[in-house]
């Protein structure tokens, strides 16, 4: 039987005293294994600035927290709105909902204990000599995974709101047709590929410097089957999203059966990281045709609930506390204006063009209370 796949398992252990961001040099550190490409390694004393600062458990053996991030159905909509250049923020993110979970292998001197450098005792990979390991995220593993997070995201506005022109020339951004000149001595080539581009402006990358994927740009091809010139740009990026999900899950969510109280079944997916259980949000976001918004109280993602649909009321805020905060506001904000001289109309223009909903039956009845205190 097939999971329900809105329902996700995954648990992250943060430690009590948070992650830290470690420069390299802090680290001594002589290799980081790159995360998307295997046997490879980057020697920092050549590529030292790429893949940026480090974020370690500085006190690996310290006590940690459970926190289960997925109770946000919509933490991938937050990830995805992460500055990436902002390494505060990234911090402050893995130490509320835990790391990525690359775990990437840092090689460093061992010039001190390996204790006081919070790693241990290793053989380096290339030389072969005596150093200091420990797992690590780096910069570059958070800027590219906040990046292809963006693209997940603009696909899932675009497919999930069809006939809204803007989403559908989002897409246009991204994705595009590249034909190739057939070299008449192979006829059968195909004609071209359909690529992802988040910086179509910038030149074709060189691909040796580009696997780094040390940057924020996402590209390349949309997939290795063939995809016709023809498709339109939904399917294109319908491809595009079913294969990064399908990376993205690969060895890293099981479904699980669980037997609650009263023998009842509960059917999840337990993801082994954290990137992962995001990536079965957008799973779940891509096969149930979820729409996410951002709260107008608090400015958090939520799921808009598929029951009502439309613009109601229940698609602005995430829920009955930010709804009613917002509207003890706004009746205060009304006597404020009214207060100023405003007409109970030009206030409810005020709050349409500030997108809030509001009628003038409403605002009257706001208004009245303060403009009689007034005149005592
Ligand atoms: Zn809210």
Not at 1 to 28: I, K
Not at 35 to 62: C, I, W, Y
Not at 147 to 169: D, F, T, W
Not at 200 to 218: C, G, Q, V
Request: with cysteine.
């Amino acid at each position: 039987m097939v999971p329900s796949l809105t329902d996700f398992g995954f648990v992250a252990l943060v430690p009590e005293n948070g992650f830290r961001w470690m420069s390299q040099a802090d680290l001594e550190v002589r290799s980081v294994k790159r995360t998307t490409t295997r046997h490879a390694f980057v020697m920092v004393d050549q590529e030292p600035s790429d893949l940026g600062a480090l974020l370690v458990n500085p006190k690996p053996k310290s006590n940690t927290v459970r926190r289960s991030p997925c109770e946000d159905r919509a933490l991938f909509q937050e990830f995805a709105s992460l500055d990436a250049t902002n390494v505060d923020s990234l911090l402050a993110f893995s130490n509320e909902h835990g790391m990525l979970g690359f775990g990437t292998p840092v090689y460093c001197e061992l010039t001190r204990p390996a204790d006081a450098l919070r790693c241990s005792e290793s053989r380096d990979p290339i030389t072969g000599e005596t150093v200091g390991y420990l797992q690590a995220e780096t910069h570059a593993d958070w800027t590219h995974a906040i990046a292809k997070m963006r693209v997940a995201v603009s696909v899932l506005r675009a497919i999930n709101a069809p006939g809204q022109a803007g989403e559908e020339k989002e897409l246009t951004k991204l994705f595009s047709w590249q034909s190739i000149d057939v070299d008449q001595r192979y006829p059968d080539d195909r004609p071209g590929h359909w690529m992802v581009d988040t910086h179509p402006s910038l030149p074709i990358p060189n691909i040796k410097e580009f696997n780094r994927e040390a940057t924020d740009r996402i590209w390349g091809y949309v997939t290795h089957d063939i995809l016709s010139e023809f498709e339109t740009i939904q399917t294109v990026s319908k491809v595009w999203i079913a294969d990064e999900i399908n990376r993205h899950l690969n060895g890293k969510a099981s479904p699980k059966i669980k037997l609650e109280g009263g023998g009842r079944i509960r059917e999840y997916l337990q993801c082994s990281t954290l990137l992962a259980a995001m990536w079965s949000q957008v799973y779940s976001a891509f096969t149930g045709g979820k729409r996410y918004e951002q709260c107008k109280g608090c400015g958090k993602w939520f799921e808009v609930s598929n029951e009502r649909g439309g613009r109601t009321v229940r698609a602005m805020y995430c829920g009955d506390a930010c709804r009613v905060r917002s509207y003890r506001a706004r009746r205060d904000q009304a006597a404020t204006l009214a207060g100023e001289g405003l007409s109970a109309k030009e206030i409810v223009e005020r709050f349409q063009s500030e997108g809030h909903e509001a009628d003038l039956a409403t605002v009257k009845k706001w208004v009245k209370p303060s403009t009689k205190r007034k005149g005592k």
